[in-house]
């Protein structure tokens, strides 16, 4: 394997349309599986009485592998000739949704599977909006169990006609749309004859095919973390959110606007360095005082985006926790680390994206797994910018009671 | 960025994000590869002064080596270094062979670990395990808050959304943060070779034999091996298919056993 590249994958879908399966499908025969691992899994499937029950190198939870079901998100890692691998499974039943959000939110490509018999879901289209939220770039639909339909072409073209006008309306583009059998091995790590009509990649040619997002070149953004003290002066940390930062470069802090001036970047235990890159951990010594929640950007004349300083919000959420929220509730928001009270003051449109069809204009309410379109009135000022712009800037949090309840994006 | 600077820096700004929401936290160290990168991490964030305790675990059944690799580095890195033991039972002769493996890793690791946090009144702990370690581990969060009773509520965890984390603690809990989380066992070789973060001589091959995980003494067998250096033990790994807790007595009792230590808050 080639050191040096590691790709997040997210697998998402219904459930029962076949995630565990593939996952543990890819790694069998990509043999990373350890001995030991196998010998297990022969074990289990032999205590129980099942044929070997690829989902349980993935469901290790008691509970899960009881119920035949995935509970919470893992990650686990295999390797290529091209590269590493972290693969993210996610549940796919409605209780679980947070915890497929999870797993999702932290993935740069995600593989959506469908159910050949079953065809397009709930869980789909709730994941579908989830991977629209975080703006998946990189995006493989496979349907799963083809071997039950006989490799019926008709029925694989209908299922993907329906799922690309689904991910058109999210604004997501696949790359593959690929007919497999996880059970079989078909077309997961191996191109397989049946179907003949089919001539595309493998799941894994197809993974290989994907390319770490590149990171564009943009204007400076440094939320500050925590300010320390080193050798007795203030020294602010943070990490590079988008472009770069240099010694003694001009900055804008904001949302007060004061101009300052970076006068050292330091690191350990190579101090006072010249330059910091995007995602990189810092601290700086600045030449006026800043607190956790101040972002530094480039001053006013050498901007070429300008962010955003505001106290009311257009946003997209979606809610994930077993309350609703009900019009006029306060609630935290959190987006990098910034961090203020606020709450939602119109509802302008909400719904269960397993039923778009059923949309309540003008809500007071927000229910479980719903997705609203809604309007944020902060108590204090945040930096934002488009989420197209710079994803880190442009997506937050909501918290209750100090527990995640929706994620969302700016709009 | 390459990759390992990328691993670097998400684990430092976990750090610096759990130190920003916990004061009152420390450093879980077991001198092993894991815990030592992340106290190597730590150092960094906090450039070179780690601003809190380091707590070890002592079962009284560590190796030698294990102990002397500690003594020395607590000394030369300035650690505020705390040791935990569960002496009552050290005194009563609690072992792996008296007893079963299950309760000797509860009273001299998890009811250690538990007296130290009430004493010290800790509210947060940071732990080097990774995601690659074990099934049960891949499916942590890197904050994971644990209730009074050190239980793991593995069934209904908290959403982790981006790198927002979620640290409100109720009253009677503490989190566990787990900045390495990400890392793979050959990450933290790699990375190790990478900043010459010093390791214990138990983990190359001598006589045919090296451990590739350490704990006890009595519970802890080594693996076949020629590796005798950092380079010979990736090289190893690459090629590979033994799992890296093989040698670890407490993982094999029943399949579950993990999750179930997991749970009552072991390590």
């Known amino acids: ?411 | 960025m390459d990759y390992l600077s990328k691993l670097e820096n998400k684990s430092i700004y976990i750090i610096r994000e759990a130190y920003y929401r916990f004061k009152n936290i420390a450093l879980l160290w077991s001198i092993g590869k894991d815990s030592t990168t992340l106290l190597w991490l730590c150092r960094k964030a906090f450039f070179g002064e780690i601003p809190f305790p380091v707590i070890h675990i002592d079962t009284g059944y560590k190796f030698p080596e294990i102990y002397r690799f500690r003594d020395h580095y607590a000394k030369e890195w300035g650690l505020d270094l705390i040791i935990g033991r569960n002496e009552e039972k050290i005194t009563e002769g609690m072992g792996p062979d008296r007893e079963d493996k299950l309760l000797c890793c509860t009273e001299l690791k998890t009811n250690a670990l538990k007296k130290v946090i009430e004493k010290e009144g800790f509210k947060a702990l940071l732990l080097g395990i990774r995601r690659d370690e074990h099934g049960i581990r891949a499916k942590e969060r890197y904050f994971s808050p644990r209730d009074r009773d050190f239980k793991w509520n593995y069934k209904d965890q908290p959403a982790e959304l981006w790198d927002q984390y979620n640290a409100m603690a109720q009253e009677d809990t503490h989190f566990r943060i787990h900045p390495i989380l990400h890392m793979t066992e050959k990450d933290i070789w790699r990375y190790v070779k990478k900043e010459e973060i010093p390791s214990s001589e138990l983990y190359f091959s001598k006589e045919g034999k090296r451990f590739r995980s350490i704990g006890c003494v009595p519970c802890c067998t080594p693996v076949d091996s020629e590796a005798q250096n950092i380079d010979e033990v990736i090289y190893e790994l690459e090629h590979t298919h033994e799992a890296e807790r093989a040698g670890r007595a407490q993982d094999k009792e029943d399949a579950y056993v993990m999750q179930k230590l997991r749970a009552l808050g072991y390590m």
């Open chain 1, 1 to 411: 394997m080639t050191q040096g590249t590691s790709l997040y994958v997210a697998i998402t879908g219904h459930v029962d349309h076949g995630k565990s399966t593939l996952i543990g499908r890819l790694f069998y025969d990509t043999d990373s599986l350890p001995e030991e691992k196998l010998e297990e899994i022969r074990k289990i499937s032999l205590e129980t009485g099942e044929e070997m029950q690829f989902a349980f190198i993935m469901d290790h939870l008691e509970e899960e592998r009881g119920r035949g079901i995935t509970i919470d998100t893992a990650h686990t890692f295999f390797s290529t000739e091209k590269r590493q691998y972290v693969i993210i499974d996610t549940p796919g039943h409605k209780e679980f949704l947070k915890n497929m959000f999870t797993g999702s939110s932290h993935a740069e490509a995600a593989i959506l599977i469908i159910d050949a018999l079953e065809g397009v879901m709930d869980q789909t289209r709730r994941h579908c909006h989830i991977l629209g939220l975080i703006g998946i770039k990189q995006l493989i639909v496979v349907v799963n169990k083809m071997d039950l339909i006989g490799y019926d072409k008709e029925k694989f073209d209908k299922i993907v006609i329906e799922i690309t006008d689904l991910l058109e309306s999210l604004s997501i583009r696949q790359n593959y749309n690929i007919p497999i059998s996880a059970k079989e091995g078909v077309n997961v790590a191996t191109k397989s004859e049946e179907p003949r009509w089919y001539n595309g990649p493998d799941v894994l040619q197809a993974l290989d095919s994907f390319n770490e997002l590149e990171v564009e070149e943009k204007d400076l953004r440094f939320p500050i973390q925590d300010v320390y003290e080193l050798d007795g002066k203030p020294l602010a940390v943070g990490r590079v959110e988008s472009g770069g930062m240099k010694k003694g470069q001009e900055v804008s802090i904001l949302p007060s606007g004061k101009r300052s001036k970076i006068l050292s970047i330091e690191k350990y235990p190579d101090r006072n360095i010249d330059f910091a890159e995007i995602e990189e951990c810092v601290g700086i010594n600045l030449d006026k005082s800043v607190s956790r929640g101040d972002l530094l950007t480039p001053p006013e004349e050498s901007r070429t985006l300008t962010p955003g300083i505001v106290k009311t919000i257009r946003t997209n959420i979606f809610w994930i926790d077993s309350n609703p929220y009900n019009l006029g509730e306060e609630i935290i928001f959190r987006s990098t680390t910034q961090e203020t009270v606020g709450k939602i003051t119109k509802i302008y449109k909400a719904y269960d994206p397993a039923d778009a069809e059923e949309v309540w204009e003008n809500a007071e309410v927000i229910g479980d797994s719903q997705v609203a379109e809604s309007l944020i009135e902060l108590d204090k000022p945040i930096v934002t910018d488009s989420f197209n712009e710079i994803p880190e800037m442009g997506r937050f949090v909501l918290e209750r009671e100090g527990y995640p309840v929706a994620g969302g994006i700016i709009l």
